[in-house]
């Protein structure tokens, strides 16, 4: 008899997700199976190398986690979600997650032309 480690209870799932590889700016399809608030298990169309960490989009649900590798073989990987520092928060849609991003892109751009006016004081 094994003993039961997840948090979670995984349901099964067949739900098309994409893989992406922040700092290589690449991404893959695959699928999700065994889904649950905690994690679940991704098959990969063939051998993937992959980061620790990477971002899943899962498509169907429009969800994006940041997940973290348990376990892997050559066409499954065992993911855990990581949540943010804040406690209790929902994942975010992949529409808000871009628009955070662009926000942040123009609050940059907005603080360096501040300083360039300024003459840099």
């Known amino acids: 008899m094994t003993v039961e480690r997840r948090k979670h209870l995984r349901m099964p799932s067949f739900l098309g997700a994409r893989i992406h590889v922040r700092?290589?700016?690449?991404?893959?399809?695959?699928?999700?199976?065994?889904?649950?608030?905690?994690?679940g298990r991704i098959v990969l169309p063939g051998?993937?190398?992959?980061?620790?960490r990477f971002d899943l989009h899962i498509i169907q649900r429009d969800l994006l986690y940041r997940a973290r590798i348990?376990?892997?073989?050559?066409?499954h990987v065992?993911?855990?979600?990581?949540?943010?520092?804040?406690r209790d928060c929902e994942p975010v849609s992949l529409d808000q997650?871009?628009?955070?991003?662009r926000l942040e892109a123009q609050k940059k751009a907005l603080q360096r032309r501040v300083e360039d006016l300024s003459g840099g004081a």
Do not use: H, K, M, T
């Not at 997650?97 to 991003?101: E, H, S």
């Open 23 to 39: 700092y290589l700016n690449a991404s893959y399809d695959c699928v999700v199976r065994n889904f649950s608030a905690g994690g």
């Open 47 to 52: 051998p993937v190398a992959l980061p620790e």
């Open 70 to 75: 348990v376990w892997r073989d050559d066409r």
């Open 78 to 86: 065992g993911v855990a979600f990581e949540r943010p520092e804040q």
């Open 97 to 101: 997650f871009r628009r955070i991003r």
